[in-house]
């Protein structure tokens, strides 16, 4: 009677053990998708803001040899640099909903102000040796944005365990 009671109280607490490794393991491996696909997402949405910033950086650019040529043509390349502006914002607003890091939101918004500043609305024209210091300062601020996001995406990111087995359950 007692080794059957043994036997009993063994199955049942190996049982209970097995069940906690079991979930304790099915959460570690929750945490590690959620962390890698956290990751990817803000990788993906980093190289879109890279993009949209050196092609509104682009367009910045053309934009200031246009209106050297023909100051008239403010009317014309205004909507486009609208156009451009809209899709980075549209970048760097996924970029704040991937990650709450502040100086990284600190960078994209100093890169997006740098690349404004390329050729601004209703301010002097500037000459060429200005705007070629507006070029490397918009190219310099895309830079440490990329730069600071690599290290972001290149590390293991520290995962809330209970927002993630919040959303598990």
Known sequence: MITALIAVAGTLLGS???????RASAHRAIRQSFSERLRQ???SAYNAFAAAAIEYRHHQIERWHRLRQDPGAELNSRS??????AALKT???????LSDDSRLHRLADEAIEAIRGIQRTGVAACDAEEHEQRYLAA??????????????VQTLPAVNAKAVGSASQ
Do not use: M
């Open 41 to 43: 997402d803000r990788l």
């Open 80 to 85: 486009e640099a609208f156009s451009q502006k």
């Open 16 to 22: 209970i053990v097995t069940h906690y490794f079991q």
């Open 139 to 152: 190219t310099a601020a895309i830079d440490a944005f990329v730069q600071y996001a690599a290290n972001d």
């Open 91 to 97: 970048e760097f607003l996924r970029v704040k909903l």
